[in-house]
């Protein structure tokens, strides 16, 4: 089997969060109320880095990044999506 690995620049403060994209095409639609998202193998590769950039433990909550339609990597029919780091206090 083949290991797939992503790796991203560790979080500065002074930049913000970074994550590098191949350049891949996503669509988010909401069908029915649901939430789907579909991508070639660059763009969910892409998705990833940013979930994995927003992981990093230095990030401030309400960090996030927006991607809105036609901007890399959503397609021009694409709904609106924001990634954001929220860590939820113990117990909850």
Known sequence: MTDNSLS???YDPAIGVVAPAEGGAVIVEIVNGSVEILG????????ARMCLALADSR?????????????????L????????????PSGS
């Open 59 to 75: 990030v401030p909550d309400g960090a996030h990044i927006h991607l809105d339609a036609g901007i890399n990597p959503l397609d």
């Open 8 to 10: 991203v620049p560790a």
């Open 40 to 47: 070639d193998p660059a763009g969910l590769r892409d998705l």
């Open 77 to 88: 029919g694409s709904a609106s999506l924001m990634l954001a780091r929220h860590t939820t």
